[in-house]
């Protein structure tokens, strides 16, 4: 068996995956690494279409396949938590999320995200299902990815996590193949995910939607079809958007 490194939240990682966020040990308390902070249309999840105020963190010890925010990985400046704060506060949107990378690889994320949500902001966390989120303030929208298997990261999928999860949380599968397609329906009868929670579909762009539209469709299942909308407004390399 790989050895693994356990971080102070109690997610175990192995040595590859821990290496790749190594380097958020030298962030004290206090501060966060902040790749970008920005305001944009929120592009998925139930909330799309509404304006957003993105804080997105640096670090992610996952690596899947279809990721397309690599530069999030290890680009980013040390801020104080109080500054991130009132930047995200200074857009004056109701709502904001804070994303990535992955967010929870830093303690601090847990205490902004209430304070946030003291500010009065509807705080959505987008986070990849792989560390734990029982820390999460309960007045926080987890988005959480159920990982499926092109995305090579499918054995990260922290299952105790759904134990955590509220009914008006969403989990998403973001499909890349028919074989992912097929995985998800498993995972969502044999969990019920869809009488539990919100469960969204999320083909990766190129896929061919009419294909992910006629899969949904046959299965029956109480979920929804979601496009990244904001790669179809925009440049879909476009970043800041």
């Known amino acids: 068996m790989a050895a693994t490194f356990r ?3 109690g997610m175990t990682q192995t040595p590859a995956a ?3 966020v190594a380097f958020l040990k030298t962030v004290p308390p206090g501060e ?3 790749h970008e902070i ?6 998925e999840s139930t909330y799309a279409g509404l304006p957003c105020v993105f804080v997105r963190t640096t670090g992610c010890s ?3 396949s279809w990721c397309d925010t690599p530069h999030a990985f290890n680009r980013g400046e040390r801020m104080p938590r109080e500054e991130v704060l009132a930047q995200a506060l200074a857009f004056d949107t109701p709502l904001v999320e804070v994303t990535g990378g992955e967010p929870l690889e830093q303690p601090d994320v847990i205490p902004l995200l209430a304070e946030l949500a003291d500010a009065g902001r509807t705080v ?3 986070t990849s299902g792989a560390l ?3 820390q999460v303030d309960r007045r926080v929208h987890v988005i959480m990815d159920l990982k499926c298997p092109d995305s090579g990261e499918c054995d990260r999928n922290l299952w105790a996590n759904l134990d955590h999860l509220k009914p008006t949380d969403e989990i998403k599968f973001v499909i890349a193949s028919a074989r992912d397609w097929q995985w998800a329906e498993r995972t969502i009868r044999e969990h019920r995910l869809d009488e539990r929670f919100r469960v969204l579909v999320s083909g990766v762009y190129g896929l061919n939607l009419a294909d992910l539209a006629a899969w949904v469709l046959a299965s029956k299942l109480n979920v929804r079809m979601q496009l990244q909308m904001h790669k179809y407004i925009w440049d879909p390399t ?3 958007v």
Do not use: F, N, T, V
Not at 38 to 43: D, I
């Open 7 to 9: 971080y102070d939240d």
């Open 38 to 43: 920005y305001r944009s249309l929120q592009g």
């Open 18 to 20: 821990a290496g790749r």
């Open 132 to 134: 734990d989120i029982s």
């Open 62 to 64: 996952l690596r899947c």
């Open 124 to 126: 959505l966390l987008e």
């Open 238 to 240: 476009a970043r800041g």
């Open 32 to 34: 966060l690494m902040i």
